[in-house]
Nanobody, 125 residues
Framework: VQLQASGGGSVQAGGSLRLSCAAS????????IGWFRQAPGKEREFVAA???????YFAESVKGRFTCSRDNTKNTAYLQMDVLKPEDTAVYYC????????????????????WGQGTQVTVSS
């Protein structure tokens, strides 16, 4: 299983970016997908998640600004980030999990088995 994250970059506050997470070796259509981020000197934190059935969850800090989606024909998940703020600056990671596992906690990094390499998002004020 491999996840390839892309789409990061540098934007000004108020701008938008769309992150992509292309998967191989696992059908994202049947997978739960998580998005996490890690800022310098901070712990990795939960950003968003989307269950295979389509339910989505967001951290309070991004709720109303970020959305999740996926394109099953491309086996790719997306994180649309709007109204970006300087505090959104971080390396963003996508993750998924073995569908046979039980006990899914969408906000827990330990619930995910496979991780992308991360993509840098920098928001300037």
């Amino acid at each position: 299983v491999q996840l390839q994250a892309s789409g990061g970059g540098s934007v000004q506050a108020g701008g938008s970016l769309r992150l992509s997470c292309a998967a191989s070796g696992v059908p994202l259509s049947r997978s739960n997908i998580g998005w996490f981020r890690q800022a310098p000197g901070k712990e990795r934190e939960f950003v968003a998640a989307e269950r295979s059935g389509g339910a989505t969850y967001f951290a309070e800090s991004v709720k109303g600004r970020f959305t999740c989606s996926r394109d099953n024909t491309k086996n790719t998940a997306y994180l649309q980030m709007d109204v970006l703020k300087p505090e959104d600056t971080a390396v963003y990671y996508c993750a998924t999990r073995n569908s046979l596992r039980v006990g899914y906690v969408f906000s827990a990094a330990g619930s995910y088995d496979y991780w992308g390499q991360g993509t840098q998002v920098t928001v300037s004020s």
